[in-house]
C-alpha cells in the first residue's frame, strides 16, 4: 500500500517521519475498521486493494449504525454511503450482532426499498445488542415510525441487550411513543432470553435523556414481569418503586446482578415523587444476593431526595456525579458526601465528573468520605483540590484500581508570580506523582484537561 503524496507532506510527525500504515498487521486495520461508522468504513475501503478486501471481513460488520428517516414525499433526508447504507445492510447483514438504529420521521412516508431492506435485514441478521434511538417526531411521523420499530423488535429474536434512547419531544395525540415501544416489547415473544435492558442511554453527550418525558411507571413494570430472564436494569428514577423492586424480587425469575438508577430532578417534581421503602430493597436484596446497585445523578438534587430512593438495605456499589449537576455551594456537597457513607460497607466507586471549584467541594468532606467507604477501589474526581489531599488520600489502606485527579484543578503550595510560579508548580506536581506512584506500586500520572 503507497502513501498518497497529499498524505505524505501532511500526515509527518514532529521529527519528519512520514509513518508507514503498509507496516501495521491486518488485526490493527480489523479493530481499526470495526469501531469506524458505516460511512467510514466504505471511505476507506476505497483507499487501496488491501484495505478493500480487509473490508469484506466478517468481524468489521459485527457492529453496525443505520439511520432511517423520511421526509415531505418519502425521501431520504440523509444518505451515509454513495450507494446508500441500504446496500451495506444487504451485502452485510447477516453478520450484524450489535446495531443501533437511529429512527427520524418526520411524515407519515417511507422509502419503498428502505421498508424492503429493513424487512430482509431482520430476517437475517443474528442480533445480541439493539439500541434504538428516537429522534423528534411529529404526530404524523409516529405512525410509520412505530410500524417500523414493531417490525424489527418482532425480529429481534435472541438478542441479550436492548437499550432505550426516546427523545422527549414526541408530540403524537395517543399514548407516548415510548410507552407504545414498551408495550411491543411486552407483547414480543422475541425478548424472553433478554438479560439486559437499558431504558435509556448513559452516554455523557445524550443529556437531552436528562429532560425526557418521563417512561410511566406500569409498562415498565408490565415489561420486566415478561422479561424472566433479565439479569442486568437500567432505568431512570421515576420509574424506581416498590411494585419495581417487588417483581424483581419474584420466585422463577433469574437473580438479578446489576440494578442501575439515573438520578434526574424531573422525578422529584409534583406528581412524580417515587417513595421507595426500606423492605421493598431488603426484599430485593434477599432474592437477589450479588445484587449491585449504581447511582448516577445526572440533575442537581439534594441528600433527601436521594434518600426516598435509596435505603441503606440496597447495596449501592457506585456513586457517580454526571458533568452537569452543577454543584451550587459546599453544603450541598457535603450533603452528597454524607449520602454516600450510608453505604460505606458496600460502596466501591465514587467518580465526580462535576468541574467543580476547590472552593466549593471540600476536600476535608471527600477525606472523610473516603475514609469511611473501606471498600473503595475506584476514586475519579474532576473537581478542584490540594495537592497535599491527594497523598492524604493515596496514603490510605485501599486496594485503589482507579485513582484519578485532573491537572488543572490541583491547587499546590506555590505563592509566586511569573515564570517562576510555572516552575515551581511544575516541581510540586512531579513531587506529587512520584509520590502517589510509590503508594500505589506503578507509574502514576495526573489527567490533563
Known sequence: MQVAPHIRNEGTDSCGVVPDFNTLPDLVWLTVLKYLPVADKYHVSVTCSRLHDLFYNPSVWRTADLFVSASNGGKSVEERLPHGQKVMARKFGHFFERVSIEARLVSDQLEEETDEILTELTQNWQLKFLKLRIMPAPCEGCTVLLSILRKVLRRATGVQMLVFAVSRYQNCEEAPLCVQLLEAVADSSSFTELTALHLYWLADEEIEEAISSPLSLPPTVELVSKLPALQHLLVRSINLSNRLLQELSARGRCRLRSLSVSVLALSFDDGFTPEVS????????????????????????????????????????????????????????????????????????????????????????????????????????????????????????????????????????????????????????????????????YSWKLVQG
Open 278 to 441: 426500606s423492605a421493598a430493597w431488603a426484599e430485593v436484596t434477599s432474592a437477589c444476593p450479588d445484587l449491585e446497585v449504581h447511582c448516577i445523578v445526572k440533575e442537581l438534587v439534594p441528600e433527601s431526595d436521594l434518600d426516598r430512593l435509596f435505603k441503606p438495605e440496597g447495596p449501592i456499589v457506585s456513586l457517580q456525579f454526571h458533568k452537569k449537576c452543577f454543584f451550587d455551594g459546599p453544603k450541598h456537597c457535603l450533603e452528597l458526601v454524607s449520602f454516600s457513607e450510608k453505604f460505606a460497607s458496600s460502596m466501591k466507586s465514587f467518580i465526580c465528573s462535576e468541574d467543580c471549584d476547590s472552593s466549593v467541594f471540600c476536600d476535608g468532606a471527600l477525606v472523610s468520605m473516603v475514609t469511611a467507604c473501606t471498600e473503595l477501589q475506584h476514586l475519579v474526581f474532576n473537581g478542584g483540590i490540594q495537592s497535599k489531599t491527594i497523598m492524604h488520600l493515596a496514603s490510605l489502606e485501599r486496594k485503589w484500581r482507579r485513582f484519578e485527579f485532573t491537572e488543572r484543578k490541583i491547587a499546590t503550595g506555590t505563592h509566586v508570580a511569573g515564570y517562576a510560579a510555572d516552575d515551581l508548580r511544575r516541581r510540586e506536581l512531579d513531587e506529587l506523582c512520584d509520590f502517589v506512584s510509590k503508594r500505589l506500586g
